[in-house]
């Protein structure tokens, strides 16, 4: 059974910057597509970052340029740096495994994962 536990949340300044990581169960974020999903109560889970078996990352423009997902395969962990955080970040973050498509991309949706995290909350403060 793979497992992923998050940590690392808790408040920010905005501003500010945070880290969060997901330990995953052995070999997991070395075979599957790693990704980071965040959702506001009563929104649906919104995807953040995703990263391939090949190290290639994805981003949508919310978070372009200010957020950095990354992984150690030997320590079987996947990383979210936050920086220049904003109120409207606030949220909880999970983190999530699955199979890539036959192209070997990772998909962006939220029901494309079926390993997920229990989540790590972020807040963001004005």
């Known amino acids: 059974q793979v497992l992923l536990v998050e940590s690392g949340g808790g408040s920010v300044q905005a501003g500010g910057s945070t880290r969060l990581s997901c330990a995953a169960s052995?070999?997991?974020?070395?075979?599957?597509?790693m990704a980071w999903f965040r959702q506001s109560p009563g929104k649906e889970p919104e995807w953040v970052s995703s990263?391939?078996?090949?190290?290639?990352?994805r981003y949508p423009n919310s978070v372009k340029g200010r957020f950095t997902i990354s992984r150690d395969k030997a320590k079987d962990t996947v990383y979210l740096q936050m920086n220049d955080l904003k109120p409207e970040d606030s949220a909880m973050y999970y983190c999530?495994?699955?199979?890539?498509?036959?192209?070997?991309?990772?998909?962006?949706?939220?029901?494309?994962?079926?390993?997920r995290g229990q989540g790590t909350q972020v807040t963001v403060s004005s």
């Open positions: 990263i391939r078996t090949d190290d290639s990352t």
């Open positions: 052995k070999d997991t974020v070395s075979t599957y597509c």
């Open positions: 999530a495994a699955g199979r890539a498509a036959k192209s070997g991309s990772c998909y962006i949706s939220w029901s494309s994962y079926n390993i």
